[in-house]
């Protein structure tokens, strides 16, 4: 009786520490979805534990440099809002200290800077005439990309694009 899911690898706390480095060197990661990784790999109790310190300790794992990275990488690449970052994060079990010191560390003008440019392009690409519509059309884009409302409608009124 096998689900769809794969058998639980059972590795060694050596075994399970190299594979963890490895999974933490190729790319940053929460302590949320390292531990996932580890339970995964059949570590337990006491030896998870010491595995998640021994990373922390040999700065494989550092929640608050994954934490930039993650918002950095989100706004940069996907241009995606605090809103939505922040969303990202809490899914990723980052603690809300380090969450606001994140998703604070992106400029403040890139970030109206991004808005704008994504409410012009957008702008552009719409065929509503109604100025009403048009507004709330640009409006809910930005909102489903993570911008907060206020700023939003800051954005749109200097770009008369209210």
Avoid at 37 to 46: F, P
Wanted: proline share 1%; net charge positive.
């Amino acid at each position: 009786m096998k689900s769809g899911k794969q058998e639980a690898v059972l590795l060694d706390k050596k075994q399970a520490l190299a594979k963890a480095e490895s999974f933490c060197v190729y790319q940053e990661r929460s302590q949320k979805e390292v531990r996932y990784k580890l339970v995964e790999w059949g570590m337990r109790g006491d030896e998870l534990e010491e595995t998640i310190t021994d990373l922390i300790i040999n700065n494989f794992l550092n929640e608050e440099r994954f934490a930039k990275s993650y918002a950095s990488g989100k706004f940069n690449i996907k241009h995606w809002g605090r809103v939505k970052i922040k969303q990202g994060l809490k899914l990723k079990g980052v603690p809300d200290k380090i969450l606001q010191k994140a998703i604070y560390s992106i400029d403040d003008d890139d970030y109206l800077q991004t808005i704008e440019k994504l409410a012009l392009k957008k702008a552009e690409s719409l065929g509503e005439n109604d100025p009403f519509k048009r507004k709330n059309k640009l409006m809910s884009y930005l909102q489903a990309k993570g911008f907060e409302t206020d700023l939003i409608l800051l954005v749109l009124k200097a770009s008369n694009l209210n």
